[in-house]
């Protein structure tokens, strides 16, 4: 029967643990204060409720309504440059009535042909 290795591998570890920790990079990543900013960072950056993941999706969803924002306002004013265009004009206004309401004067008839 061999003898058990557990004693000499509990030696050789303990020798790397001792030399792993005379490293300076070693020592400084062990730092409870360190470890502690790290442990602050991660949840800060990743699992808060106000975290910098969940700010960009907020900040690129104000992007999108200011374009919206935009977008709406040139299309308001467009609109308001038709209606002064068709309020100052009867001609346009009627023009406008007959093509997009198809109204007509009482005495006409009005026949519509479909282009296909």
Known sequence: MQPLRYPL???EMKKALQKLREKRWFTIATNKYVM???GF???MLFL???SYLIHRQLNAEIEQLKEDINYYQSEIEK????LEELTSDPEKLEKFAREQFRMSKPEEIIYLIEES
């Open 48 to 50: 808060d409720v106000n």
């Open 9 to 11: 591998l509990l030696q």
């Open 36 to 38: 502690a900013m790290v």
């Open 41 to 43: 960072s991660i949840w």
């Open 79 to 82: 609109d308001e440059r038709k």
